[in-house]
């Protein structure tokens, strides 16, 4: 009793402690977070960064859904994300954003008890990195999204690129400053430590609510928040993505 009490002043005092850090470093550009600062050639990103996913829609989901993980070791740089329980047979779209927070209850500005697209996108900001087909290109394999397996909507999703290349893509012109992806300035560095990665789709079956708003990219089946998780630098891959069944 005693010990639990203890360890759960420890991580309420923890929890507090990262909450002040994340909003002091929040207003100035995000870029120190957990002491990473982002270098304008990328070599401030080693090693590995981790994410709990965790449900954004809880009329969806209520419970850890997944796990998510990127490594760069050299220039090889890869992507994993599992899901145990996700959308039975959907593709999801997934991706790291800028923003530095997971969608809160508190966001579902309509009070319509689900958090969509419109709700999400001031928290989320825009995605930088999408988690398809091909990491070297932002605009390349989109058909490389993973999709949910029949019994629980679970996958294991594995895709390895080239930092160099990702990165000098990451830098190119930004072709359509419409949609919703976003590319780094010339001197602009990126820091994956704090930034979040979201998960969107539903199975096109599951009740939605017709307040249920979407965006230019799809209907909300398409576009709904189903899962999210902040990434934190890790000494070694989460356990889970040492097998590759769901
Ligand atoms: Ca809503
Ligand atoms: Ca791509």
Request: hydrophobic residues 45%; positive net charge.
């Given at each position: 009793m005693r010990l639990n009490s203890s360890v759960l002043l420890l991580l309420s005092v923890s929890l507090l402690a990262s909450c002040g850090k994340k909003s002091s470093s929040s207003s100035s550009n995000g870029n120190e977070i957990q002491n990473e600062t982002a270098m304008a050639d990328g070599s401030n990103i080693q090693g590995i960064y981790?994410?709990?996913?965790?449900?954004?829609?809880?009329?969806?989901?209520?419970?850890?859904?997944?796990?998510?993980?990127?490594?760069?070791?050299g220039d090889v740089f890869n992507a994993f994300v599992k899901l145990k329980y996700g959308q039975r047979t959907t593709t999801l779209k997934q991706g790291i954003y800028t923003g530095t927070r997971c969608p809160e209850p508190s966001d579902d500005t309509n009070k319509d008890a689900y958090i969509d697209i419109k709700e999400a996108l001031p928290v989320i900001g825009k995605m930088i990195l999408p988690l398809d087909g091909s990491l070297d290109s932002q605009l390349d394999g989109v058909s490389g999204y993973p999709t949910g397996d029949t019994n629980l909507g679970g996958y294991f999703y594995k895709s390895s690129g080239s930092f160099a290349r990702m990165f000098a893509d990451l830098k190119a012109p930004d072709t359509n400053p419409d949609d919703n992806l976003v590319k780094l300035g010339a001197d602009e560095g990126l820091s994956l430590q704090g930034k979040i990665i979201v998960l969107h789709g539903i199975n096109e079956r599951v009740f939605l609510p017709p307040t249920a708003a979407s965006n230019s990219e799809g209907s909300p089946y398409k576009t709904m928040p189903v899962a999210c998780g902040v990434l934190k630098k890790v000494n070694a891959l989460p356990e889970e993505l040492a097998t590759t069944t769901p």
């Open positions: 981790s994410a709990t996913l965790l449900p954004v829609n809880n009329n969806i989901h209520m419970l850890k859904v997944g796990t998510a993980a990127l490594q760069r070791d």
